[in-house]
């Protein structure tokens, strides 16, 4: 889209690390509706009645761990992004961030843009297609369009899941390790219930309804999670020249006692320890920028558990955040939207 503004749409942080900003930022979260899809009252008193009373006050120690001076991890990471890539495009673009949930709005973002933009182009930051990521993003950006920007022309750019130069990418964030001794690579993306994959299979008759459904060709992968995930998995190791046995596929972040993906990242980097595998990688494709999910849950919790379990180190691979490699990605996208 050529004259175009763009505008880049992760899903957000609390302002601070203070409980009463955590708070604020998880009942805007947890109410959306497509994270937790239950009807209006139901989720109102599960979320006001049994969650925020207690889990702001632990969620804002575990940012506290990962908080910097400059502040969110996801925001900076964000704002470096944004700033790289205006530099790559040399200013021709007008480029700005916003998030899904907290301070840093689509409305504000999409505000920007239009007043010197007839056509914006947005891209969310997730390489997999999820109703709690993907598509929360998308439709609050129509929504908001909709209603105070009538006149303008939007595209949305679409999962990039089994996009080459994205696989390249991620593929030369885990390359390092490799000369590591390395005992097994996890590629641990972020955990949806199951019963999203069917709400988001635009054919209703294919997710967890066939035998091997994610191997079986259908339109239903185009929405699919958990088809892409695996996609991704394998188009990342044939890139590194990896076989079967080096790696495999887990989901964090379970939030409920529902039924989620799996098998669950916590249970297999412990099983991974029990089975005497010292040293071991993990992958977080699902974030395109380092967060509390990688670098807290992951990138601390988790490793004091394999250690804990008779491992011996947990690498992370950072996140595609803004390297070189990244922003040349989305420059490429840019240009040929």
């Not at 009463?20 to 937790?36: G, T």
């Not at 007043?115 to 990521?133: D, G, L, R, V």
């Not at 996609?231 to 989620?260: G, H, M, P, V």
């Not at 395109?288 to 804990?308: Q, S, V, W």
Request: charge should be positive; hydrophobic fraction near 35%; glycine fraction near 2%.
């Amino acid at each position: 889209m050529k004259n175009s503004g763009i505008l880049l749409v992760n899903l957000g942080s609390p302002d601070t690390c203070k409980t009463s900003d955590v708070r604020r930022y998880l009942a805007e979260f947890l109410m959306d509706k497509r994270v937790i899809d239950i009807p209006f009252l139901f989720r109102f008193i599960i979320i006001y009645f049994f969650i925020l009373p207690f889990r702001p006050r632990k969620s804002a120690k575990a940012y506290k761990q990962i908080w910097t001076q400059e502040g969110s991890p996801l925001i900076v990471n964000s704002l470096y992004a944004a700033e790289s890539l205006r530099k790559a495009l040399k200013n021709k673009y007008s480029i700005e961030i916003s998030m899904r949930y907290g301070s840093l709005s689509i409305v504000k973002g999409l505000n920007k843009l239009a007043k010197e933009n007839k056509k914006i182009y947005i891209i969310p930051m997730f390489p997999h297609y999820a109703m709690s990521s993907y598509e929360t993003c998308v439709e609050k950006v129509k929504s908001i369009a909709s209603r105070y920007f009538k006149n303008i022309e939007l595209k949305f750019h679409p999962p990039f899941y089994n996009d080459k130069d994205y696989i390249n990418s991620l593929a030369l964030t885990i390359k390092p390790f490799l000369k590591k001794k390395i005992d097994h690579i996890f590629f641990s993306y972020h955990g949806i219930p199951l019963r999203h994959l069917k709400k988001t299979d635009k054919t209703k008759n294919h997710c967890l309804q066939t035998e091997n459904c994610c191997k079986k060709k259908s339109n239903a992968h185009l929405t699919c999670y958990k088809h892409q995930t695996i996609e991704t998995t394998n188009l990342t190791a044939k890139e590194l020249k990896i076989s079967n046995s080096q790696y495999s596929i887990c989901y964090q972040s379970r939030f409920s006692k529902d039924s989620w993906l799996s098998p669950f990242t916590e249970t297999e980097i412990i099983k991974a320890a029990r089975e005497n595998k010292k040293n071991i990688l993990l992958v977080c494709p699902s974030f395109t920028a380092d967060c509390l999910e990688t670098l807290e849950e992951i990138g601390i919790r988790a490793k004091e558990n394999f250690i804990k379990a008779g491992g011996k180190n947990l690498y992370l691979a950072s996140s595609l955040n803004y390297n070189k490699d990244w922003i040349s990605v989305l420059k490429k996208w840019i240009e040929n939207s």
